[in-house]
């Protein structure tokens, strides 16, 4: 028989509310508790500390919210909470600290490679000093706060935000931990993307890796039932170069994987779904979570209600392929008690019938008779964060466009997940732009097709090593059945396509024998 599964490995309806600092005044508990049983929630993300801290300790970077008094938020919201079966997750923020936490401390952060502190700066509020991944405050200083919480409050999990550390630190730490593990001091000059730094990035990986676990280890002291999540952008915002992780690095660190996908991004509507197919694809066992907002949430849209029926659109779509949910709220005690209150019920409908079928949604399973691969190297090497200058997750999504406009079913492929056994499970594999393919990956491609299976591929599929290196020809050519011919031409601007003849393609083009090809120049 197996075991009973774990809170954090079902179905999650979570609301994450990001308090500012003024919201903790006049807190209400039993309010934010009756608004979470009026939209079916059942969990909430509730601020801790870290910038600015929302309860009292007595670490040494102590910084407790001006605006708090004698009230305890943690306390009256975790009991509140557990009276009706509502799990809480609290935020902790390492990020950095006030100019005065620093003072106390300035060898526990980072520092550029004249010595100078790491400052990030925000129009909105004070700059904050930054940590590295080997600091003592990210580190030994981080798991004594989360010590206390667990020790003083009776949470039922962590989530660590923005834990992320730009380019290269050159504070003692590393310095030190560098020379030790590699034999080398740290890379200095040129771009942090440019390959001298190869062999550092690999290191920093480790390093993230390392807090990832051990920071894991400290929550799971306390319990198997206490969930520990940490913030990772990944799939439209993989960053792994720049920050050392991406979803496949840190999947087997988290208890249900979550990652942003806010409709103000403007990705495509199937979006949702494709986020929650990759989820699934990298992490079976694993809840799929998607962090959304109901307002129109990015960065610069926190506080206007987004477009109602396109953010329902987005949750049918998630949830349609097996998704959970995270609706982040950047202000006020909780989205009734708010400025713009026009979606405060939004996710009410559905995350109630969520709840109500529950069994049969939780550990759904995609029947498709269509992989669609998704290249992690050639994300890696062509992927760009600026939709216009992108060479691959938009030809993912083009893909992915006309299989759904046609009706036809697809599983997301993660390239972990590349083997026979799952190739067969479907009648054909889609390799959109899936240029950077491995030799093995190549291989089991012409075994798939040998057995029997069909392959539709566009553009560079198979004409680079994974590392992004050219090949001479394409790798699938004998599959393709056709070569590379060495000659490259830009047609974007003033191209046209010939039709030489009927096709399935062409089909609703018979009376023409000319298509425009051409993009606006960028």
């Not at 925000?122 to 000093?129: R, T």
């Not at 390392?210 to 799971?220: N, P, S, T």
């Not at 190549?442 to 090949?471: C, F, K, M, N, W």
Request: charged share 25%.
């Amino acid at each position: 028989m197996s075991e009973p599964k774990q809170w954090y490995q079902k179905q999650l309806r979570i609301l994450q509310t990001v308090l500012r600092e003024p919201d903790v005044v006049d807190y209400d508990a039993s309010s934010v508790v009756e608004y979470m049983e009026q939209i079916h929630a059942n969990c909430i993300v509730i601020n801790g500390g870290g910038i600015v801290d929302f309860f009292r300790h007595d670490l040494v970077t102590a910084n407790p919210n001006p605006f708090m008094t004698q009230e305890d938020l943690l306390r009256d919201l975790t009991d509140a909470c557990h009276e009706r079966g509502i799990k809480v997750v609290v935020r902790v923020d390492f990020r950095g600290v006030e100019k005065k936490i620093y003072e106390l401390r300035p060898d526990w952060f980072s520092v550029d490679e004249y010595g100078d502190p790491k400052i990030r700066d925000n129009p909105l509020h004070a700059a904050i000093f930054q940590p590295c991944y080997q600091s003592t405050y990210r580190n030994e200083h981080a798991y004594k706060f989360i010590d206390y919480l667990f020790e003083h409050y009776d949470i039922d999990g962590i989530w660590e935000n923005s834990y992320t550390q730009e380019g290269i630190c050159y504070c003692k730490s590393c310095a030190d931990r560098y020379r030790r593990d590699i034999g080398k001091e740290l890379p200095r000059g040129g771009q942090f993307l440019d390959s001298r730094y190869d062999e550092y990035r690999q290191w920093k990986v480790d390093c993230v890796m390392e807090h990832l676990r051990d920071c894991r280890a400290v929550v799971k002291k306390y319990g198997a039932d206490k969930a520990f999540a940490a913030e990772i952008f990944g799939l439209y915002h993989d960053r792994l170069k720049s920050i050392g992780h991406d979803l496949y690095t840190i999947k087997d660190h988290f208890d249900f994987l979550v990652t942003p996908l806010f409709t103000a991004n403007h990705e495509p509507m199937n979006g949702s779904s494709t986020l929650i197919k990759f989820l699934k694809s990298l992490a079976p066992d694993k809840t799929p979570v998607m962090l959304f907002g109901h307002m129109g949430t990015d960065n610069q849209l926190r506080y206007i209600s987004s477009a109602r029926q396109e953010t329902r659109l987005w949750m049918w779509e998630a949830i349609g392929a097996g998704g959970s949910f995270w609706n982040c709220l950047f202000n006020g005690q909780h989205p009734g008690r708010t400025y713009d209150r026009r979606n405060a019920l939004l996710c009410a409908d559905i995350y109630g019938f969520m709840e109500k079928h529950e069994e049969l949604l939780t550990g759904q399973e995609p029947l498709a008779d269509v992989n669609v691969l998704y290249s992690r190297a050639t994300n890696a090497a062509l992927g760009n964060p600026d939709r216009s200058r992108d060479a691959y997750l938009t030809h993912l999504m083009g893909l992915e466009q006309v299989l759904t406009d046609r009706h036809i079913q697809y599983r997301l492929l993660t390239d972990d997940k590349l083997c026979l056994a799952t190739l067969l499970q479907a009648r054909a594999l889609v390799l959109a732009n899936a240029a950077c393919l491995s030799d093995e990956e190549v291989e089991l491609i012409r075994e798939y097709v040998r057995a029997g299976g069909r392959v539709l591929a566009t553009h560079q599929s198979s004409l680079l090593h994974p590392d992004g290196t050219p090949r001479s020809d394409f790798a699938l050519g004998d599959v393709f059945g056709c070569s590379f011919t060495g000659t490259v031409r830009d047609n974007s601007l003033y191209g046209y396509q010939y039709i030489k003849g009927a096709h399935p393609l062409t089909r609703g083009f018979e009376d023409t024998a000319m298509l425009a090809s051409w993009v606006r120049s960028t």
